[in-house]
């Protein structure tokens, strides 16, 4: 079992950028397939940017070339680097682990999540 809290939230203007941790405890994160969602007022959770065990990454095409998931196994922690950010980015953003070695695309086939950061982007 492993335990996820995220970090690095906060208000940008638009253009500006962030970037997001999510510290893992109990497991180490190498052996979970990772995921990155958000989830904006009114709005059903949805995937950003994903990650497998043998660190291929995936990303939706609303945040291609702008963000990027990377992962730090010394330090036990998944980052997302998001650069460029709109204001359509505002949203609480959560991190997430599967036992899959491939990350699921939907939010319901991951098996433990953190607790979510908030970020707000300004116009």
């Known amino acids: 079992q492993v335990q996820l809290a995220e970090s690095g939230g906060g208000l940008v203007q638009a253009g500006g950028s962030l970037r997001l941790s999510c510290a893992a405890s109990?497991?180490?994160?190498?052996?979970?397939?990772m995921g990155w969602f958000r989830q904006a007022p009114g709005k059903e959770r949805e995937l950003v940017i994903r990650?497998?065990?043998?660190?291929?990454?995936y990303y939706e095409d609303s945040v291609k070339g702008r963000f990027t998931i990377s992962r730090d196994n010394a330090k036990n922690t998944l980052y997302l680097q998001m650069n460029s950010l709109k204001p359509e980015d505002t949203a609480v953003y959560y991190c997430?682990?599967?036992?899959?070695?491939?990350?699921?695309?939907?939010?319901?086939?991951?098996?433990?999540w953190g607790q979510g950061t908030q970020v707000t982007v300004s116009s």
């Open positions: 997430a682990a599967s036992r899959s070695w491939e990350p699921p695309a939907v939010w319901n086939e991951y098996d433990y």
């Open positions: 109990g497991r180490t994160v190498i052996t979970y397939a």
């Open positions: 990650i497998s065990r043998s660190d291929k990454t």
